[in-house]
């Protein structure tokens, strides 16, 4: 997998991908990830990027011909261009494992007022990290890397992924560390056990009660098993008491 990020700034996408898993993970070649600076494709004195909006308003916008000349250089036709913006559907975590397979993707961050409507022309997809607004893709983009990234075969070991919030459909259970007790507050029991099945039925519960508690609209979709429609019923009737 290659991915390339084109930015205004790219030290700040350099610092956060020269840190931890994901700096594993391009050591390790899983994947590679090249910082392109828009500026460097400017034909203009001082390298400028961006200019004021035809027909008025405030603000400044990235204008069209650096990034056209960064698409005719990188792009090929198993690339996939990609615009962080607060236009696209939202991302998720389906979008995430999609995106994962792909060989070749390009990310355009916009900054200021975003970014010249002709390269639209250029776009297979434009992403929302959610419903406000950022300053510039840089963030959007490395919110892109990383979840992608970290789906990579070997970047995180397969156990990692299992449980975890919205891969089954619910939310994960809450997970606990050392000390067992500190200042009164202590680990589950259960977890100490040792009893692997009686452990595996309380993460299902708490998974379930997460779920129901913080995000009852994925449990629609989520598939549930008799059992757990049992302990969804357990639930709600121990909230009611
Ligand atoms: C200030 S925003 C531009 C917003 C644009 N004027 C609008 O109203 O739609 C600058 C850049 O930040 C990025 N951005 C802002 N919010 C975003 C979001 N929610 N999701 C993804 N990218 C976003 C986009 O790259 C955008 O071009």
Redesign the pocket.
């Known amino acids: 997998m290659r991915i390339d990020v084109v930015t205004i700034f790219p030290n700040i996408v350099d610092s956060y991908i020269q840190e931890s898993i994901i700096k594993r993970a391009i050591l390790d070649e899983k994947v590679e990830i090249n910082v392109i600076n828009l500026r460097h494709y400017s034909d203009l004195k001082h390298n400028q990027i961006d200019d004021t909006v035809y027909g008025g308003g405030a603000g400044m916008l990235l204008m069209f011909p650096p990034f056209y000349r960064v698409l005719k250089e990188r792009s090929t036709a198993k690339s996939k261009v990609i615009l962080?913006?607060?236009?696209?559907k939202t991302l998720t975590q389906k979008k995430v494992r999609e995106l994962a397979k792909l060989e070749h993707i390009i990310i355009l961050?916009?900054?200021?007022?975003?970014?010249d409507h002709r390269i639209n022309y250029f776009v297979d997809e434009e992403?929302?990290?959610?419903d406000?607004?950022?300053?510039?893709?840089e963030l959007?983009a490395l919110v892109l890397v990383d979840s992608i990234t970290r789906l990579l075969e070997g970047v995180i070991t397969l156990e990692s992924h299992l449980d975890e919030s919205f891969e089954t459909g619910l939310l994960e259970h809450p997970q606990y560390t050392k000390p067992r007790s500190f200042a009164n507050y202590d680990v589950p029991d259960v977890l100490l056990s040792g009893h692997h099945e009686n452990i595996s039925k309380w993460r299902r519960f708490m998974a379930l009660k997460e779920t129901l508690k913080k995000r009852p609209d994925l449990l629609k979709k989520a598939k549930l098993s008799e059992e757990d429609k049992q302990l969804l019923q357990l639930i709600k009737e121990q909230k009611d008491e």
């Open positions: 962080p913006s607060p236009k696209g961050c916009g900054h200021y007022e975003g970014i992403i929302s990290v959610g406000y607004i950022l300053t510039g893709g959007a």
